[in-house]
């Protein structure tokens, strides 16, 4: 399988990523040994209803015309399109998804909840489309060695206080010098002024900044991203009723087709010009 660009430290050995683009880094979360025959999704006589929120670029959001997209509900129709089935999609308040499933006003939710052990206990989920790769970021113009337990070792990291990439940091890179701060503008505005060596984050937030004016070009990715599920989470996949089984398996199974057809790279490239892998 191929890796990515960058290298890695013993600490964030992950899932495997393609370059589509120079630059550009597209996460590969499926296991070309799972491969089967093709699934069809349960025919119900009316739509697979697809429920998402608005509000949370550029993962769901409202488009210029009040219609929802994003890479996760672009993503869901390419899904749709692939098993010839017609679904909608319908945008609702984030907090409210998974109970609008349960009472059976939608069958799939498409937004990016985390996928975790009380999640799967209520709900059927894929397997991942979308992770959160934790990044270090560094000023572009300081010439800064990729990050490893011997390269951080006296120099200063940004990191949000409490968080789980704090406590990544300690763990796994001793010897760097955690500056903590409340917020993360905060952190970006100090390594933005150079008072911080590095910046270690979400790397989806980070490359959102990286790509926008706020950071003025100042800032880029060092080094690869890291996956450690008992820090960052399992990342977002479609969830379904328990009861659905063979629609969530079907959806399952056309990821894997997007993602063989390069599909899922040409949807991932629309929204993400600054990959965060």
């Known amino acids: 399988m191929p890796k990515t660009e960058a290298s890695k430290t013993d600490a964030s050995k992950t899932d495997t990523s ?3 683009a120079p630059g550009v880094m597209v996460p590969n979360l499926w296991n ?7 699934l069809e999704a349960p025919q119900t006589g009316r739509p697979v209803r697809f ?3 608005d509000e949370f670029p550029p993962l769901h959001f409202s488009g210029p015309d009040g219609t929802p997209t994003g890479f996760v509900v672009e993503l869901a129709r390419a899904v749709c399109e692939r098993l010839s089935i017609t679904c909608t999609v319908q945008a609702r308040r984030f907090d409210t998804l998974l109970d609008a ?7 799939v939710v498409a937004a990016a909840i985390p996928l975790t052990p009380a999640l799967r206990a209520r709900f059927l989920a894929t397997r991942p489309y979308f992770r959160w790769p934790a990044r270090f970021a560094a000023r572009s113009d300081r010439g800064l060695p990729a ?32 500056k903590d701060f409340t917020d993360l503008s905060a952190a970006q505005g100090a390594l933005k ?19 926008g004016t706020e950071a003025e070009g100042c800032c880029g990715f060092l080094g690869g991203d890291y996956l450690e599920n008992r820090y960052f989470g399992e990342g977002i996949g479609f969830v379904a009723r328990r009861e659905d089984v063979a629609l969530s398996r079907a959806l399952d199974d056309a990821l894997q087709r997007l993602w063989d057809e390069g599909k899922y790279t040409e949807i991932y490239l629309r929204f993400f010009p600054v990959s965060p892998f």
């Open 18 to 20: 393609k370059s589509a």
């Open 32 to 38: 070309p040994r799972s491969r089967q025959e093709r």
């Open 51 to 53: 429920l998402t929120d």
């Open 101 to 107: 499933l349960a009472e059976r006003q939608g069958d």
């Open 147 to 178: 990050p490893s337990a011997e390269a951080l070792a006296g120099r200063t990291v940004a990191v949000l206080g409490g968080s789980a990439h704090a406590a990544y940091l300690k763990a796994f890179f001793p010897k760097a010098l955690a």
């Open 193 to 211: 002024r150079g008072e911080t060596d590095y910046l270690f984050s979400d790397g989806l937030t980070l490359a959102l900044w990286i790509g």
